[in-house]
């Protein structure tokens, strides 16, 4: 293995992909977060919320009140994790036969579930006031397991704003404009920082910097076996060199650790893969645009919810047969 990677493609792509990874065939990663509170729709509900023609924005004014007084981001007080118990969650994990295991450590709505001191919109300075990734990483170490870190914050600038797609780059105006003339507090300045939108002057580049700053301090903390990015755009765009670093200061400390790791490279809906198709493992998301037949390692990511990757209530799951098959 080169004892030193350097941030461009043809260094990272010579980063090998290690056995372990190969033989471990199977693996198991949660989605938690906020939109656990209310349990409704799906992981998508704080963009949801706020798109008035979508039956999440009912369900919420209905239980919750309106935006203007009841906002996505008054879900963090009632987001306390009274009942996690990082150690059986391990159990389950390990009982299944699972090689590694993790959570999301935010989605894209930005609420991390790690204790960071880059940003404070996380568990550790809200809500339960603890390291849920940390003591889950420790519980799964306890047990031999390897650690997944999954991100999928890249996603999160505008993300909140209703319409919007990262690939158009369109909104729903006339709800922009629903919103601002109710007062919602997703154009709210104050909170600029977690709705991260271009219509309160939310800077790019320094939301692009932060995006950087959270994973190299979850990268530096929990040396984390494997990294999973959900689709965005790392190449060709304006945070290529970013990515291009945080992959190198990855690999280059996994070289200190002694141990090799892995990045998962994703095919998005836009049919371009996260990262060059040579680099690392190839990721489907429950098989789309999988070919037949691949010469290089691969991964599926499947959901066992009929409706989320996360909990909503009344959700239906496989059973241990199809998910069976499905391996």
């Not at 792509?13 to 409704?40: C, S, T």
């Not at 994990?93 to 999301?104: L, N, V």
């Not at 999973?228 to 945070?239: A, L, V």
């Not at 690999?251 to 990045?263: H, L, T």
Request: proline share 6%; with cysteine.
């Amino acid at each position: 293995m080169t004892t030193h990677y350097t941030a461009d493609w043809p260094s990272l792509i010579g980063y090998p992909v290690p056995e372990w990874m190969i033989d471990a065939k199977f693996g198991l990663y949660a989605h938690w977060g906020l939109y656990a509170v209310p349990g409704f729709g799906n992981e998508w509900y704080g963009k949801r919320v706020y798109e008035p023609d979508n039956p999440v924005y009912a369900e919420h004014v209905n239980r919750f009140g309106p935006l203007n007084r009841f906002g996505y981001k008054d879900f963090i007080p009632q987001f306390m994790a009274e009942q996690y118990d990082p150690d059986a969650w391990a159990e389950l994990f390990q009982a299944s036969g699972a090689r590694y295991g993790g959570f999301s450590l935010a989605h894209h709505d930005g609420y991390g579930l790690w204790d960071s001191e880059v940003y404070p919109w996380n568990v550790g300075k809200m809500g339960p006031k603890r390291d849920l990734y940390g003591e889950f990483v420790a519980a799964l170490r306890r047990r031999n397991l390897r650690i997944v870190a999954p991100f999928h914050i890249v996603r999160g600038y505008n993300w909140f704003l209703p319409g919007w797609d990262q690939y158009t780059r369109k909104v729903d105006q006339a709800a922009v404009d629903q919103g601002k003339a109710e007062g919602w507090d997703l154009f709210d300045p104050a909170y600029a920082d977690f709705y991260w939108n271009s219509e309160v002057g939310a800077d790019y580049d320094q939301f692009l910097d932060l995006w950087k700053a959270k994973i190299i301090e979850v990268v530096d903390r929990y040396q984390p076996d494997l990294m999973w990015f959900d689709g965005g755009e790392f190449r060709d765009s304006p945070y290529e060199h970013h990515t291009l670093e945080l992959l190198a200061h990855y690999f280059n400390r996994s070289v200190e650790w002694n141990k090799e790791v892995c990045v998962l490279n994703k095919l998005p809906t836009n049919l371009k893969y996260n990262f060059p198709p040579e680099f690392g493992v190839l990721n489907f998301e429950a098989g789309r645009s999988r070919d037949s037949a691949l010469a290089r390692p691969w991964n599926d990511d499947l959901k066992i919810g009929d409706r989320s990757w996360g909990y909503v209530e009344g959700q239906q799951y496989l059973s241990g047969r199809d998910i069976l098959n499905n391996l």
